[in-house]
């Protein structure tokens, strides 16, 4: 196994003349199983931590919400605060959202490592209840735009606290499904929007209703991480070892902790206490693993996914069809998509998931660009474009979707891990916001056959890099992990 993970990666390796090696030699290396503890007797119990995992994917859902909240009430928004027909306007009121996410990601990592994961995730609580209910009461499209940047800087610290959050609580059987419930809440809270917006050309104003029904789950959010457990991992870093083993245990159970921290010990260097700098991860000796964590985000995002989302809308209007039908319908194939990633994400395996999830959202864009073209009759290119859209919704949540904010967390040494997060949402989000900018634009510039053939080909760029950059991390614990890509100094 862990000569394959080697044959697939030049990202870390201890030494070049080591890579036939088998799973004997990293447990040489790593002592793992010393004071009698066999690995494979150990089964955590998943009923322990969920609770805590499922406080902690509410942010997902206030992610997938708020990125979907303006879709359908955009038009009416418009009308009431004076700025219809303004395609750039429009865009703003929906791109200055990632703005402020940029800002949040940009800080994530450090706010993660200083205050602990819990009190991170009630930090991005705060600016999402005050935005938005500025976005809810505002009469003007400055206050609109105010309230927006607010809950963006919220969804900014909100996906690097919970990808670490539930990599870091969650037992190594089950961190795929757990990873795979974050992509779950948050086509949920996306599913969750589209339809709390179907009421909004009937009652005046209901977009109002849309922003200030966000605070409830913000307002759940910060109040359940007072009973949750901080993450043992950041206990440990912060020499708290005792809270550390207290925490596995409450989280695994007793017979399981004391393993965990054997593990945790092990890969314990001396160096977790020094300060991470920003040249140490875009041009040191941790910047390959970085490099391929922020192009993995950036693909996902030049795929087309939020353009999707924000301006489906539009989108299916042109093609004839009923938006509110049209946006339930992506929501459910979003959410069916995320379901059956869920179960495989264990059994498959990462990589395989987000290799074939690329390759067929690459073939749905297609679909999407002939039935936008004049070969195919009005019939025919109504079921192109409205069968291509579902089945790119529908593939992007199968692995592009859930993968990337599971996988990173695995990869990166504990050291770094909230840092070099925050590092690549960063990418995600100046990626996002540049989509949500422009993709009105181009699309009266460039057409919409050309724009679906620019998503398709960055879907195939995708597959070509997961393939030959991509590792397998299914079933490993963190610190196995670790040993085995720890970078030579």
Same mark, same amino acid.
């Given at each position: 196994m862990w000569a394959h993970y080697r044959e697939n990666s030049s990202m870390y390796k201890r030494t070049p003349s080591r890579e036939s090696t088998s799973m004997t030699d990293v447990e040489e290396n790593s002592s793992l199983l010393g004071n009698g503890l066999e690995k494979e007797t150990l089964n955590p119990s998943w009923k322990l931590s969920l609770p805590h995992v499922l406080v902690g994917t509410l942010s997902s859902f206030l992610f997938g919400y708020h990125l979907g909240v303006v879709n359908e009430p955009l038009e009416s928004i418009s009308v009431d605060l004076g700025f219809r027909g303004n395609t750039l306007a429009e865009g703003l009121v929906v791109s200055i959202c990632l703005g402020g996410a940029l800002i949040g990601s940009l800080f994530s990592g450090w706010i993660a490592d200083a205050v602990g994961r819990r009190r991170a995730f009630q930090l991005c609580a705060l600016p999402m209840i005050i935005g938005a209910l500025m976005s809810a009461a505002t009469n003007n499209l400055f206050g609109m735009l105010v309230g927006r940047l607010f809950v963006g800087t919220g969804l900014g610290l909100g996906p690097p606290a919970v990808a670490l959050y539930v990599t870091e609580v969650s037992p190594a059987s089950v961190r795929g499904t757990y990873g795979a419930l974050i992509q779950i809440a948050t086509c949920l809270?996306?599913?969750?929007?589209?339809?709390?917006?179907?009421?909004?050309?009937?009652?005046?104003?209901?977009?109002?209703?849309?922003?200030?029904?966000?605070?409830?789950?913000?307002?759940?959010?910060?109040?359940?991480?007072?009973?949750?457990?901080?993450s043992p991992h950041w206990l440990y870093k912060q020499g708290r070892i %005792?809270?550390?083993?207290?925490?596995?245990?409450? /989280? @695994? &159970?007793?017979?399981?902790?004391?393993?965990? #921290?054997?593990? *945790?010990?092990?890969?314990?260097?001396?160096?977790?206490?020094?300060?991470?700098?920003?040249?140490?991860?875009?041009?040191?000796?941790?910047?390959?693993?970085?490099?391929?964590g922020s192009t993995l985000f950036a693909l996902q995002q030049l795929s087309g996914i939020n353009a999707v989302f924000y301006f489906s809308s539009t989108v299916f209007k042109?093609?004839?069809?009923?938006?509110?039908? %049209?946006?339930?319908?992506?929501?459910?194939?979003? /959410? @069916? &998509?995320?379901?059956?990633?869920?179960?495989? #994400?264990?059994? *498959?395996?990462?990589?395989?998931?987000?290799?074939?999830?690329?390759?067929?959202?690459?073939?749905?864009?297609?679909?999407?660009?002939?039935?936008?073209?004049?070969?195919?009759?009005?019939?025919?290119?109504?079921?192109?474009?409205?069968?291509?859209m579902l089945l790119f919704v529908f593939t992007f949540a199968l692995g592009a979707g859930p993968v990337p904010s599971l996988l990173l967390p695995e990869i990166f040494p504990s050291r770094i891990r909230a840092k070099a997060m925050a590092v690549c949402m960063s990418v995600h989000w100046v990626i996002n916001f540049f989509v949500g900018l422009l993709f009105l634009r181009l699309l009266e510039k460039l057409?919409?056959?050309?724009?679906?053939?620019?998503?398709?080909?960055?879907?195939?760029?995708?597959?070509?890099?997961?393939?030959?950059?991509?590792?397998?991390?299914?079933?490993?614990?963190?610190?196995e992990i670790e040993i085995a890509l720890l970078p030579q100094d």
């Open positions: 809270g996306i599913l969750g929007a589209l339809l709390i917006g179907i009421p909004v050309k009937e009652i005046s104003g209901w977009w109002r209703v849309c922003f200030g029904a966000s605070t409830i789950p913000a307002g759940i959010l910060a109040l359940g991480m007072v009973f949750c457990a901080e %005792a809270e550390a083993e207290a925490t596995f245990e409450r /989280l @695994l &159970g007793a017979s399981e902790a004391k393993f965990a #921290m054997s593990e *945790l010990s092990k890969v314990d260097r001396g160096d977790d206490a020094d300060t991470v700098k920003l040249s140490e991860l875009v041009r040191g000796r941790h910047f390959k693993v970085v490099f391929i042109s093609a004839g069809v009923p938006s509110d039908i %049209a946006n339930g319908c992506i929501g459910i194939a979003n /959410l @069916l &998509g995320s379901i059956i990633s869920m179960v495989l #994400m264990d059994k *498959l395996g990462r990589k395989v998931l987000l290799f074939w999830s690329f390759f067929s959202m690459a073939i749905s864009m297609m679909l999407q660009a002939i039935g936008a073209s004049s070969i195919v009759s009005n019939p025919g290119a109504l079921y192109l474009s409205v069968g291509g057409g919409a056959q050309l724009l679906y053939s620019i998503f398709a080909t960055f879907c195939v760029i995708a597959v070509i890099f997961v393939k030959r950059n991509v590792i397998e991390t299914k079933g490993k614990s963190l610190h």
